[in-house]
């Protein structure tokens, strides 16, 4: 639902943007790692804990290696919707921090 939002709100803005469908194009370990990096988050922060997924799971994240290992498993646990730029991460639909974000590129 917050992809939807997330998607809408963009659109409404006249944002343009690339959508990657997390479960047809499942990001890479690399790929977690550097998105919290640029979040300014530990990897573990990227993990879902409301998620159905996250509540299924037998065995939690408890480090970040873990939490990699748990999101490549499966993606659906992480935080989304993710609007990135080539510096910043925004997880989660903030659309306070969406604004942010989008001022700071110039849109």
């Not at 990897?43 to 409301?50: A, G, Q, S």
């Not at 290992?69 to 646990?77: E, M, R, S």
Request: one cysteine or more.
């Amino acid at each position: 639902m917050t992809c939807r939002k997330a998607k809408s709100w963009l659109d409404r803005n006249g944002i343009s943007y690339e959508y990657r469908d997390i479960l047809k194009q499942p990001l890479l370990a690399s790929e977690y790692r550097e998105l919290a990096a640029r979040a300014r988050r530990a990897p573990l922060e990227l993990v879902n804990t409301k998620s159905t997924g996250y509540r299924l799971m037998a065995v939690k994240p408890s480090d970040d290696e873990a939490a990699v290992a748990a999101l490549l498993a499966n993606p659906k646990v992480m935080i989304r919707p993710v609007l990135a730029s080539a510096t910043e991460v925004q997880a989660g639909f903030d659309e306070a921090g969406f604004q942010q974000l989008v001022s700071k590129l110039g849109q």
